[in-house]
């Protein structure tokens, strides 16, 4: 198959293409590496994908780029492209979450809808949707009530795919990712700091009292769903949670990184985030219908191969 994968450069969108490609896809990735976090991680995240003949990369923001050009002929199209982050979303620099996650999402619906023939669109969509929910596990039609700026911009990103997919038959999927982490993961992202905090002997901050859980979903659990949601013919025009089954409260993977990273780990406790909720866990149901979804790494096998990712990327020799 020819496929695109937006946010090609980033945590998810990197793993994506590679597992593209190395199923035998033709990828062309793009990304405007936007300057959330460090250009030279991203390069680093297209290692892999760059390896590849059957890759392309265009660089270049989806709410100016032709797409018209780079969607002919295209059979799959992930969209994993946004402005990521929750406790950024405030202020003025809600203006990039509305354009990099509304107005790009739109962009690149209404040109797949020009190019007609795109056999699959699946949009990363997110368990911010949800904000604090009122009943656990959270199903799918749970009251979406977003918590934080970018979860709305997510949430009207997920509205416009499927009100593409109702009116004009567009073949989109929606899968909302609980908490994903693993090796690449974002800078900003809980474990990932928690790691480098370890790699360097500082302690680590857990904002609120670390009591707040959350749903993680390892990397290749949530690559398979992708590749599922585009196969399965029954998933066109559902919306479906994607999470790890790994419901966890932050002191407790503390505990985990501690035994994985064979450190006795500090932790100091700051002021609970605007935007942050307290807990999620999903239920996975509509998952394992659609998709025969079900995730297979567990946390402590996903957070030793994240550990063993910032050891690499911040080439300190750890010693415990
Ligand atoms: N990581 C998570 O835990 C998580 C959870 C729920 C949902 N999601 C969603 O998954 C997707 C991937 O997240 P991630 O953690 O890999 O983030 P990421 O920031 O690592 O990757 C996103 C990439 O998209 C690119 N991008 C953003 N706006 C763009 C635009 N307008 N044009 C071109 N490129 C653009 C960025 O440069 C970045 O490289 C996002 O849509 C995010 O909202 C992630």
Known sequence: ??????????????????????????????????????RSIKEKNLEGPRSWKTFTFVEGNLTHLPLLPLLNGVDWIFHQAAQAGVRASWGAEFARYTECNVLATQRLLETALRVGNVKRIVYASSSSVYGDALQFPITEDAQLRPYSPYGVTKLAA????????????????????????????????????FCKAVLHHEPIRIYDDGLQTRDFTYISDIVE?????????????????????????????VDILSQVSSS???????ERQHGDVRHTFADTTKAQHFLNYQPLVSLQEGLANEFEYARSLYRLVHTA
């Open 225 to 253: 769903a992708n590749l599922c949601a585009a196969t399965s013919n029954t998933a066109i025009g559902q919306v479906m949670n994607i999470a790890g089954g790994s419901r966890v409260t932050l002191r407790s993977v």
């Open 158 to 193: 997920e509205n416009l795919c499927t009100l593409y997919h109702h009116n004009f038959g567009l073949p989109t999927v929606s899968l909302r990712y609980f908490t994903v982490y693993g090796p690449r993961q974002r800078p900003d992202m809980a474990f990932h700091r």
């Open 264 to 270: 006795s780990v500090q932790v100091n406790f700051e």
């Open 1 to 38: 198959m020819r496929c695109i994968v937006t946010g090609a450069a980033g945590f998810v969108g990197s793993h994506l293409a590679e597992r593209l490609l190395e199923d035998g896809h033709e990828v062309c990735g793009i990304d405007a590496f936007i300057d959330y976090y460090d």
